[in-house]
C-alpha cells in the first residue's frame, strides 16, 4: 500500500503527513528489492488466479495507490511504466471532481507557517503556541484530534470553525495534489494501470448508514466508470482498520461485484484468503517508519511484523 510518491522537501514537514509519502527512489528500491527476492509484482486481477490453491506456490506482490494524488500520475507512474509494475489506484472521487477539502495538509501549512493557533469550536476557545517544531507536531495532533471527534455529517463545520481565523481557501491543497479526470482516464487506458473505487467522500464507513455506505460506494464506482469508460472491478475501504470497517461492510462491497476489496490491516496474504477477497490486508510501505532502510521491509514481507502486531493469528 502506497499513497503518495514525492521528491524529498527541503522545508520541514508534520510527521504524520510526511509518513504517507515515499521518495521516487525509495518506489525504484522497493521494485528492485522485491525482484531481487523473487517476487513476481502482480495486477490486483489476477491475485484470486494465485491464491485460488491450497498452496501459494509463488511469492507475488501487488502494488496499490489509495485515494487520488497528482503525484501517481507525475512521478509514480513513469517509474512504474518504465519497470512494467502493473498497479492500481484506487480514486475518492471527491478528489478529481475538485471537491474534497485536504484538511490535514492545510493544518500542517498553518502550523507551520504560524507561531499562534486560535480557533473557537464546540463553544470553547482553543489556543495553541506553535513556535518550536516539537510544539507545532502537538498542536496538529490535537487539532487533528479535534476535527476527527465527531459525527461525519458535521465534519465540514468543525473544519469551518478551526480555519476560521485564517484567510485560506479551502479547496487550495486539492487542486494542488488531487489527480485530474483526465489524467485517470490516460492512466486507465494502459494495459498496467487498474482503477479502483474508493468511495466519493472518504468517510468511515461504519459510522454512516447503510444506505449513505450504498451511496458513497455505488456512487465512486458509478462515476469512475463513466469517466474512464470501463468497468470498476475493485474497491478500497477508507481508512479501512477494523474502527473503520466490519461485516456490514464487507457484506455490501460483496454485493456490488468487486473482485477485490481491500482494508488497511497489516497482513500477508495466505491461500485461505481465496474466499475472502472483500477484505484483502495490505502491508504499507513506509520510508519513515523503516528510517529509509529497504531492507526492513523483509521483515513484513516474510511475516515476521505482521504476526507480531496479529498476536501470532493470520488475519483472515
Ligand atoms: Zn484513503
Excluded at 110 to 115: D, H
Amino acid at each position: 500500500m502506497f499513497h503518495r510518491v514525492c521528491p524529498e522537501s527541503s522545508t520541514p514537514r508534520i510527521r504524520g503527513n510526511a509518513g504517507l509519502e515515499v521518495t521516487p527512489e525509495y518506489l525504484k528500491k522497493t521494485i528492485a528489492f522485491l525482484r531481487q527476492n523473487n517476487y513476481e509484482i502482480v495486477s490486483l486481477s489476477r491475485i484470486d488466479k494465485l491464491i485460488n490453491s491450497n498452496n501459494i506456490a509463488k511469492k507475488f506482490a501487488v502494488f496499490t495507490f489509495d485515494d487520488g494524488y497528482a503525484d501517481n500520475y507525475i512521478h509514480a507512474y513513469p517509474i512504474l511504466k518504465e519497470h512494467e509494475v502493473p498497479f492500481t489506484i484506487y480514486i475518492t472521487t471527491n478528489l478529481p471532481d475538485g471537491e474534497a477539502i485536504l484538511w490535514w495538509y492545510l493544518l500542517e501549512d498553518l502550523v507551520l507557517r504560524k507561531n499562534q493557533i486560535e480557533f473557537q469550536l464546540n463553544g470553547r476557545n482553543h489556543q495553541y503556541s506553535c513556535t518550536s517544531h516539537l510544539q507545532k507536531e502537538w498542536a496538529y495532533q490535537e487539532i487533528h484530534k479535534l476535527i476527527l471527534n465527531g459525527p461525519s455529517s458535521e465534519l465540514n463545520q468543525r473544519i469551518l470553525q478551526v480555519f476560521k481565523n485564517y484567510n485560506i481557501s479551502l479547496l487550495k491543497k486539492t487542486f494542488e495534489v488531487a489527480l485530474t479526470w483526465e489524467q485517470i482516464r490516460e492512466m486507465s487506458k494502459d494495459p498496467l494501470v487498474e482503477i479502483g473505487a474508493h468511495t466519493i467522500n472518504h468517510h468511515a464507513l461504519s459510522k454512516l448508514t447503510d444506505s449513505a455506505v450504498h451511496k458513497e460506494i455505488e456512487g465512486s464506482r458509478n462515476k469512475i466508470e463513466s469517466k474512464i469508460d470501463q468497468k470498476v472491478e475493485h474497491f478500497c475501504y477508507p481508512f479501512g482498520t477494523s474502527n473503520e470497517v466490519g461485516e456490514r461492510e464487507f457484506e455490501i462491497a460483496k454485493k456490488y461485484g468487486f473482485k477485490t476489496s481491500t482494508t488497511t490491516c497489516a497482513a500477508n496474504i495466505f491461500s485461505e484468503h481465496k474466499n475472502l477477497l472483500e477484505r484483502l490486508p495490505r502491508l504499507a510501505i513506509n520510508q519513515k517508519r523503516d528510517n529509509g532502510n529497504i531492507n526492513y521491509l523483509n521483515l513484513w514481507l516474510n511475516g515476521t511484523l505482521p504476526c507480531i502486531l496479529n498476536k501470532l493469528k493470520r488475519v483472515l
